[in-house]
């Protein structure tokens, strides 16, 4: 029974898998190269051995990639070639707003059907390269003021840095990652956070990418939660790599700062995925994290999902930082993000007290573009009422 259960499991996900790549797949197919365009035959031909040569090479790849194997090769074409996919995918269905715009116009076959073709292939190549482009430059700085009610006067002006998301991965970054830490010291913050998703890939893996962090700069602490990602590698590692160059890491527990006679509370709990991935101490546990704080002191929490201000909420803290969510990243993944989070980007109230600030990310996952959805550094500066 047990055994037949799994059989139906992996034949309904392959099920699923193969549908999804039939759609990504086929509509622009349909709508750039067969249907109504009255393309010669060498063209239809060269296009439609494209599609197919996509069609194999993405599950191909990122199997070889993201599988047991962990190929960065591999991961790095397939996770590019997502990106080209999703983006052709999309701008084909707004294409089909221009097609019916110039049926309305009078405009017939085959010209209405390669005007639309052609406008969806500059499109996708256009926002591709633009993407590219925002993906791998030094995040800009989203600045923002957050008022605490419950903080100290002596703490009026604190300023807070998060990144979050730097997916250390399958390109190298390491040029970048340094970027990144230039930019947060020349804030000259009194919190650095990391708030999960450091890489994807153990620490001996990216570790040349992950050094600059070292040298980052804070006058009261530098703070460091795991996120989910952390979870398909070796969470633990990344902790004990973090505490040791220099960083705190919230593993379940919290640190106090203060200045003259005012206290902050920091707090950081494990990813929402820690306590299903099986790994023996880890899970969210925000009571534990707590345990021993002052009450009246006010609470910054990092918790890597936005999902996770539930619990925060009902522990009465005053403000969580997140990520995850990578503000969609793809446009418009964003839709989809807010199916599963509260919310995809920026500052929200939830109860009578608690904020959370979710940040759109420093880096990316998978595909090397972003579209719509720019990263950032985050700086924080946090005001007593």
């Known amino acids: 029974m047990l055994r037949r259960r799994v059989v139906v499991r992996r034949l309904v996900f392959t099920t699923v898998v193969l549908t999804i790549l039939a759609l990504l797949f086929a509509l622009p197919w349909w709508a750039l190269v067969y249907s109504s365009t009255d393309w010669p035959t060498p063209v239809v031909a060269v296009g439609t051995l494209v599609f197919v040569a996509m069609l194999i090479a993405l599950p191909t790849f990122m199997f070889l990639g993201h599988g047991p194997r962990h190929l960065d090769w591999a991961a790095r074409l397939g996770d590019a070639l997502l990106g080209v996919v999703w983006v052709l995918f999309v701008w084909t269905l707004i294409g089909d707003l221009l097609r019916l715009a110039l049926l309305i116009g009078g405009v017939d076959n085959p010209a209405r059907s390669r005007i639309v073709a052609i406008f969806t292939l500059v499109a996708v190549v256009v926002l591709l390269a633009w993407g590219f482009v ?10 923002l003021d957050v008022t605490i009610p419950r903080l100290g006067r002596d703490l009026d002006g604190t300023t807070v840095v998060a990144i979050t998301d730097t997916h250390y991965g399958a390109i190298d970054r390491a040029k970048w990652s340094a970027g990144v830490v ?116 006010p609470i910054l929490l990092l918790a890597h999902q936005p999902k996770q201000v539930k619990q925060a909420e009902a522990a009465g803290v005053d403000l969580q930082l997140a990520g995850h969510t990578h503000g969609g990243q793809m ?55």
């Open 134 to 143: 925002e993906a791998m430059r030094i995040p800009r700085v989203v600045r």
């Open 182 to 297: 230039e930019a947060v010291n020349e804030l000259n913050a009194d919190i650095v956070c990391h708030v999960g998703d450091i890489a994807d890939g153990t620490v001996t893996q990216r570790r040349l990418q992950a050094e600059p962090l070292a040298s980052v700069r804070a006058r009261l602490a530098k703070v460091y939660v795991t996120g989910n990602h952390e979870y398909f590698s070796e969470a633990q590692g990344w902790l004990d790599y973090m505490t040791e160059i220099g960083w705190e890491s919230l593993h379940n527990r919290h640190v106090v700062v203060g200045k003259g006679g005012s206290e902050l509370v920091i707090a950081g709990v494990d990813d929402a995925t820690a306590r299903g991935s099986g790994l023996e101490g880890h899970g969210a546990n925000l009571a534990e994290a707590l345990r021993g704080a002052d009450p009246d002191s």
């Open 331 to 385: 446009w418009p993944f964003n839709f989809l993000v807010r199916l599963d989070q509260p919310v995809v980007h920026g500052l929200a109230k939830f109860g009578e007290r608690t904020q959370l600030y979710t940040s759109r990310g420093s880096g990316f996952w998978g595909p090397p573009f972003r579209i719509f959805a720019p990263s950032e550094i985050t700086l924080i500066t946090l005001r007593a009422s």
